[in-house]
């Protein structure tokens, strides 16, 4: 056997291994989902549609995208920028 036949073995076998682990391993129980508020909910409502129903608009609402780093983007919800600002 050359040296790429034995690492493609062991490979296949670290493989089989995982997925016979994986068979065996007891099932985790789902985390539970909140149900969806009935009439929908004033965050994903457009703040022009909130002003109209006479609702209070928010502060501002910002986009919310977080970066790798935990980041939060601080630019308006649904900005037409590309870019995202984070502090």
Do not use: I
Not at 18 to 25: E, G, H, N, V
């Amino acid at each position: 056997m050359s040296k790429m036949d034995n690492l493609r073995a062991m490979r296949e076998a670290r493989y089989a291994e995982a997925q016979k682990r994986a068979a065996s391993a007891p099932a985790r129980p789902k985390a539970p989902v909140a149900p969806p508020a009935a009439g929908g909910s004033a965050s994903t409502a457009a703040p022009a549609a909130r002003a109209a129903r006479g609702e209070a608009p928010a502060a501002e609402e910002l986009c919310g995208h977080r970066n790798m780093g935990g980041r939060t983007c601080t630019r308006e919800r649904g900005h037409a920028a590309k870019t995202h600002r984070y502090s």
